[in-house]
């Protein structure tokens, strides 16, 4: 998965998940649950709706907050993660999801004008 690092990836929401099955996608949300294991935990979109990360490795920190995942999302619509950022809300300035939600419906529905995903060259 060290190619999935590399390659650009789409950022997506609970909704696209469907659309990006077999695909490698970055995806932005609150965490909302952490299994007791810490080997999958879920996290909740701007639109409020849940998405399931997994883990190849157990957590081995505590998981709050706004967290980016970068990952391959299954058949299942679950998220392997190949990584994880936590987006820390410092200075009193929360991470708006809502907003971000929006930025996302505007970078989909105009591709033409964000063109994030580089085409292979022969």
């Not at 909704?15 to 952490?34: A, N, P």
């Not at 999302?73 to 950022?85: A, C, D, E, H, P």
């Amino acid at each position: 998965m060290a190619s999935l690092l590399d390659a650009s990836k789409p950022r997506i929401n609970c909704s696209m998940l469907s659309q990006h099955i077999g695909r490698g996608v970055c995806f932005v949300g609150r965490v909302e649950k952490v299994h007791p294991t810490g080997k999958t935990f879920s996290v909740s979109d701007g639109e409020g709706k849940s998405a399931t990360v997994e883990l190849n490795e157990p957590l081995e920190e505590e998981l709050s907050g706004i967290v980016e995942v970068i990952g391959m999302v299954s058949s299942k619509g679950v998220i392997t993660t190949t990584t994880y950022n936590i987006l820390r809300e410092d200075k009193g300035i929360p991470f708006d999801l809502e907003l971000y939600n929006e930025a996302l419906k505007v970078i989909h529905d105009f591709p033409q004008h964000y063109p994030f995903e580089v085409a292979a060259s022969g």
